[in-house]
């Protein structure tokens, strides 16, 4: 039995306020096993998403303030040679790489893949300008990385559009890959003015026709298609 620490009057155990006098009744027991509340809020904070725009301002400003500061010292300071072209041309590409992954655009795979390799051709251009000539440049550079371009952009018309399984993209990739190294050794043997034909590039044009065929025709036989889908968990 308990009591009203007010006035003493016998209190029941289902009470909580004194009947007579309205005192709240504490039980010791029941107060010593609480815990105590803690002064920190339970539920844990998020910190605030980094917004895309806040991003690409950032790498903006990164990008512009190094290839100011670099200009400014090869003019003023270090004006041998115009090293500075290196730097201005590898952020430009840095910066036209890293906008689509930072800004979500709606401008197409193919205008993204386009605007890389024009960015990649005009690194190479600034680069030209520490050479003794740029013949190599309009010659060699440029028809390889239009054409590298051009391999890139075709392969993401087939996976888009055509197919994107395991198998097909492999075809893809063994497809482009014989093309590149025959065009990269034609490419190299018109700027040496040496006699069009296949050396080195016509081993890997062999063995990726190999390949090729070897998946044609498992991806013309259905069952074995499945088998080996089945088997290598694709």
Known sequence: MSYCVNCGVKLDASLTRCPL????????????????SSPFPEEK???????????????????LSTSAVCGLLNLLVFSRSAWSF???????????LAFP????????????LLCDGMAAAFYQYMISFN???????????????AFVTVLAILFAFLVRKISSAFLMVALYCFLELAALCV??????????????RLTWSAILLAICTVIVVALITLLALTPLRNEV???LHF
């Open 21 to 36: 006098c309205g005192t709240p009744v504490l039980n010791p027991n029941e107060f010593r096993l609480s815990a105590p």
């Open 45 to 63: 904070g998020q910190a605030e998403v980094v917004k895309s725009r806040d991003l690409a301002i950032l790498l903006l400003v990164v990008l």
């Open 86 to 96: 290196y730097v201005i041309g590898a952020c430009l590409l840095i910066g036209v």
């Open 101 to 112: 992954a930072v800004i979500h655009t709606h401008f197409s795979i193919y205008c993204c």
């Open 131 to 145: 050479t003794s000539g740029r013949e190599w440049f309009f010659r060699l550079a440029l028809p390889l990385t």
């Open 183 to 196: 065009g990269i050794e034609l490419l190299i043997r018109h700027f040496l003015c040496l006699p069009l």
């Open 229 to 231: 889908r089945k088997r």
